[in-house]
């Protein structure tokens, strides 16, 4: 097969927003997708998951909204998660492009409603989005493909803090949730209740992990080959939080990264294993810890990693020699070929 088919504008229907938590990471990806695609030549019309169609007013007005520095609070949110209607008017659509994070759109939702209708679409199939978004199968998985993650406890809904073994300091974190949203670094066993209780504000399960000090790094997964590998240095910070991944400032992300040659070869090839370990699709990012032994340690994959001006996805990309307009026609055509 040729490229030369692929090359026709394409009619791309852009799937946003929604009702989870990175409802506003979402909206600032998509004003990033849509002026690369049109910019192209391609046909883009943007949806709201949880509303439908945006007119051009809509449009303009939700995309040039920035990331806050706070997520919102789930009351905040859409009251209407997944408008079913939807799905009538993707279908003139030659592909879904999923502009999407967390909630709905990432957990596998989205992807199974558009199998069904035959509608191609970027990112994972709806079995690896389901599987890769629940971090205690995810490192299971991880475990038997010989990728290293740091040691965790689930804690099921119903289960109350005290019935975790705490040794030493933990993250405690939603179990289905991305952007370190309802996350905490706990310290001390006493910290543990409470910052149980700040994840339950977004899932029933939760998962308490070990927690591993040391350098943070990144790595792309583009067609299953791994992009540069970026490090992100924090400012006065232990742990890449939401502020940090979404405002200009509070951290520093260098790509690619000022590290060894072998240590970027053991991080690639951890990066395409835990890719493969979840059987994901065309692309994802990889986010690792490095503890002061040298020891890698594979901390999740993002089915659909932020693409945003300051995301991470983008930046390893973009050190590879792929700018961000061709970045997103390639997730377009891969999609098309699937």
């Known amino acids: 097969m040729t490229d030369e088919p692929l090359r026709k504008p394409l009619r791309v229907a852009l799937l946003l927003g929604g009702a989870s938590a990175e409802r506003d990471v979402s909206i600032a990806s998509a004003a990033q997708v849509v002026r690369a695609l049109r910019g192209l030549g391609h046909r883009v019309d943007a949806f709201d998951t949880a509303k439908g169609r945006l007119t051009a007013v809509d449009e303009e007005r939700m995309l040039r909204a920035s990331v806050p520095s706070t997520p919102p609070p789930p009351v905040a949110l859409p009251a209407v998660g997944l408008n079913l209607r939807l799905v009538e008017e993707l279908l003139g659509a030659d592909l879904a492009f999923l502009a999407l994070h967390g909630g709905a759109g990432e957990n596998g939702v989205v992807q199974a409603l558009l199998d069904s209708v035959g509608l191609p679409y970027t990112g994972s199939s709806h079995l690896a989005s389901t599987v890769s978004m629940d971090k205690d199968l995810s490192k299971r998985l991880f475990r038997a493909a010989q990728v290293p993650t740091p040691d965790w406890h689930l804690l099921r809904a119903g289960c109350e803090a005290d019935t975790v073994p705490v040794d030493g300091p933990v993250i405690v974190k939603p179990n289905t949730q991305g952007s370190t949203i309802g996350l905490t670094l706990v310290k001390k066993p006493e910290g543990l209740p409470d910052a149980v209780r700040m994840a339950r504000m977004y899932d029933a399960e939760i998962l308490v992990e070990q927690f ?74 990889v986010d690792f810890r490095v503890d002061d032994h040298g020891r890698i340690w594979c901390l999740e994959v993002n089915t659909l990693p932020g693409l945003t001006a300051t995301s991470l996805f983008p930046q390893s990309a973009a050190a590879a020699g792929i700018a961000f307009p061709e970045l997103c026609e390639r997730i377009c055509r891969l999609a098309v070929r699937a």
Do not use: C, N
């Open 212 to 285: 591993v000090p040391g350098r943070e790094f990144v790595v792309g997964v583009l067609d299953g080959e791994a992009l540069a590998v970026g490090e992100i240095v924090l400012h006065g910070k232990e742990i890449f939080d939401y502020e940090a991944k979404y405002q200009v400032g509070e951290a520093l992300e260098v790509f690619p990264a000022d590290i060894s040659g072998a240590l970027e070869t053991d991080l690639k090839m951890l990066a395409v294993r835990a890719h493969e370990s979840l059987k994901l699709g065309s692309y994802s990012r």
